[in-house]
C-alpha cells in the first residue's frame, strides 16, 4: 500500500472538521500494518492486530483524514483495559503527518474514553531513543518508573512509564 502525500497547506495545519477516529476493521489492516512495518523498529504482524482485534480486553482504532469514500488513514492507537488499569501497546502517527497534533488526538480520544470507563492507572512502555513520543507522553502526566534494557532489537531501553488518576 502507498501513502498519499499530504499537500502543502495540509503539512502546516489539519482540517480538523475532516478527522475522524473508528474503530479498527479488517479493511484497515492493509494500510495499518504498512503504515507500522514503515514507522517502527519492531513492528507488529498483521496476525497480531488480528489477535488485538479479536481480544475481549484490547481496542483498536484508526484514525483517517479526507472526505468519504476515500479517507486517508493517517495513524492508530492499541490498548488493553482490565478492570480500572489500561495499557497503551501501539500508537502511530503517518511520518508525513506527525508534529500536527494527530498523536496528542488519538492520546485524548484514548484518555476520554478510558476515562468514561472508570480507568484509575495508566500504563506503557517506550523506546528510549524516540523522544517526541517520550514528550508527548509527559504532556499527559505519565511518569518513568522502570527499564527495560536492550529491549528493542537488543540495543535500545524500553522505558516503562505509568500515569494514576
Not at 468514561?116 to 505519565?142: D, R
Amino acid at each position: 500500500m502507498q501513502f498519499i502525500s499530504p499537500s502543502p497547506q495540509v503539512l502546516k495545519r489539519i482540517e480538523w472538521e475532516r478527522v475522524a477516529i473508528q474503530k479498527m476493521n479488517v479493511q484497515d489492516l492493509e494500510e495499518v500494518v504498512s503504515l507500522e512495518t514503515s514507522s517502527s523498529l519492531t513492528p507488529w504482524s498483521k496476525n497480531m492486530f488480528v489477535k488485538e482485534m479479536q481480544n475481549h480486553f484490547s481496542h483498536c482504532f484508526v484514525i483517517k483524514t479526507g472526505k468519504p469514500p476515500h479517507p486517508s488513514l493517517i495513524g492508530f492507537i492499541c490498548f488493553r483495559n482490565v478492570t480500572d488499569e489500561s495499557e497503551l501497546l501501539n500508537i502511530c502517527v503517518h511520518p508525513q503527518y506527525r508534529q500536527l497534533g494527530i498523536g496528542k488526538k488519538l492520546m485524548e480520544f484514548y484518555m476520554e474514553l478510558c476515562s468514561q470507563k472508570g480507568i484509575k492507572t495508566y500504563y506503557l512502555e517506550v523506546n528510549s531513543s524516540n523522544g517526541s513520543a517520550i514528550h508527548l507522553y509527559q504532556c499527559f502526566s505519565y511518569q518513568f518508573f522502570g527499564m527495560r534494557k536492550n529491549f528493542y532489537q537488543g540495543k535500545f531501553d524500553a522505558l516503562l512509564m505509568m500515569k494514576k488518576v
